[in-house]
């Protein structure tokens, strides 16, 4: 299956980088580790995880507070968002089309 990033999603990605990094170099690639880790996991067990909402997912990162929301769209998998579980939650629903 392939897996798309929307732009706002990839936005979330590259600032909670630069947060992560400003903080300590080696912060930033646990969380890109962390991600990819998540990826991957989506990618072979996309129905695994636990729907929020009919027909979107979330997928917990480990140590870190972020989740992937996502949805499937066919043969595609599109990460919605990238979502800080300590903020404003369901803020990303809107792009939901």
């Known amino acids: 299956m392939n897996i798309e990033f929307l732009a706002l999603a990839q936005q979330e990605v590259d600032d909670a980088v630069s947060w992560y990094s400003s903080q300590a170099e080696d912060a930033s ?18 129905l695994a995880f636990p729907e ?24 595609t998998i599109v990460v919605i968002a ?13 792009r939901i089309a």
Do not use: M, N, T
């Open 29 to 46: 690639y646990e969380f890109l580790d962390e991600l990819d880790r998540a990826v991957r996991l989506v990618k072979s067990y996309s």
């Open 52 to 75: 929020i909402q009919p027909e979107i997912r979330r997928c917990l990162l480990a140590h870190f507070p972020y989740a992937l929301i996502y949805g499937i769209d066919q043969q």
């Open 82 to 94: 990238v979502s800080h579980l300590k903020r404003q939650p369901g803020y990303w629903a809107d």
